[in-house]
DNA sequence: AAAAGTGGTAACCTTAAAGTAACTTATGGG
DNA sequence: CCCATAAGTTACTTTAAGGTTACCACTTTT
């Protein structure tokens, strides 16, 4: 099982390890408007479970796309934020949405145009 | 458990759909430089079981990326190839690759560039 | 003092993907 | 007629991701 020498050194690979979680995709579109507090995020994705949600964010903090700013406060307050490494990806995601957009538009095969 | 409403409609997971499985992206890559016969692919992914091969080429198949071509021959012949709808892809995984390749090579958070 | 809001954690369960190993089918060559 | 080769398939097990439910810690409001 530790012999995926084919998996160490390919990037595109790497790069999926970092946004094919379940809900990772999701997450970071959420984040890529406003930083976001636990609760907020939960509200806007509500079939993911707080277990989870918690799992994902910890993944994609220690993968250094997002940061968790806790603040000394009433009720509790934690807000999550893109990074610049994080906010590096959202071209990334729009254009694999791009690429999907134009499948579905054409027939197929067409010249992919890059969202602006 | 159906009440995904989010990924429903999300480009973005609709395309790690396709390309997210454990072995697509390195099978694609294969695929793209030649069409390979069954065994050329497993020679060149060795940590993949014949099992989860085919399967994964069923499913590309499935979705249009590739294509299976059955020869008549002496010892059995199956080719495999990308169609136009899976050569469409190899511009996003050059990026995909491009991005990762980016991130390591700067700091962080600069302009992609887009590979030719 | 109790309840309520926020952001969790712990223990446990389910399921889908992946892996293993042995068997199968079709074909041509010797 | 038997064997080798290519391309699988079948049956079974393992693993990892995700899900469910219940509970906890801290603070403020009533």
New interface residues.
């Given amino acids: 099982m530790g ?5 160490a050194d ?7 390890a970092l ?2 979680g379940r809900w990772k ?2 997450i970071l ?1 959420v984040l890529s408007k406003h930083a976001r507090r636990f609760g907020e995020i939960n509200v806007r ?1 509500p ?1 993911i479970s707080r277990k989870v949600l918690t799992e994902q964010l910890r993944e994609l903090e220690a993968d250094g796309l997002i940061n968790r700013k806790q603040y000394k406060e009433h009720p509790q307050k934690v807000e999550y934020a893109l ?3 994080g ?3 959202c ?3 729009a ?9 579905e538009g054409n027939s ?3 010249i ?1 145009q ?1 969202p602006d």
């Fill in positions: 012999n995926n020498l084919y998996h390919c990037p595109a690979i790497e790069t999926l946004i094919g995709v999701i579109h994705i079939s990074t610049d490494f906010k590096s990806l071209p990334l995601l254009y694999i949405s791009a690429w999907k957009k134009n499948v197929s095969q067409d992919i890059l």
